[in-house]
Nanobody
């Protein structure tokens, strides 16, 4: 069992930056790939980024490539999402998830409760 708690969301102006964190409980964190997904109002939840259990492989959605960076610290059981050059269309609830490295949601077994990111224009 893995419990995930996101933090770091908030309100930021367009062009600004935020860093999201996701703290995981349990001793098996370093055996899971970690992903970030987001859900905007009235839209389906969508893939943002994922990182392998070792941190050696990452994938990004085209919409965030070059602006967002996913990383992890296995010693701290934490995964991060550094978000730069934020746009109003990045406004969403951001979720972290643990599972297999994939861009599809059904590859992930464990989900956090989400953290709100709001980007004002």
């Amino acid at each position: 069992q893995v419990q995930l708690v996101e933090s770091g969301g908030g309100l930021v102006q367009a062009g600004g930056s935020l860093r999201l964190s996701c703290a995981a409980s349990g001793r098996t964190f370093n055996t899971y790939a970690m992903g970030w997904f987001r859900q905007a109002p009235r839209k389906e939840r969508e893939f943002v980024a994922t990182i392998s259990y070792s941190g050696g492989t990452t994938y990004y959605a085209d919409s965030v490539k070059g602006r967002f960076t996913i990383s992890r610290d296995n010693a701290k059981n934490t995964v991060y999402l550094q978000m730069n050059s934020l746009k109003p269309e990045d406004t969403a609830v951001y979720y972290c998830a643990a599972g297999r490295i994939s861009q599809t949601q059904d590859a992930y077994n464990y989900w956090g409760q989400g953290t709100q990111v709001t980007v004002s224009s």
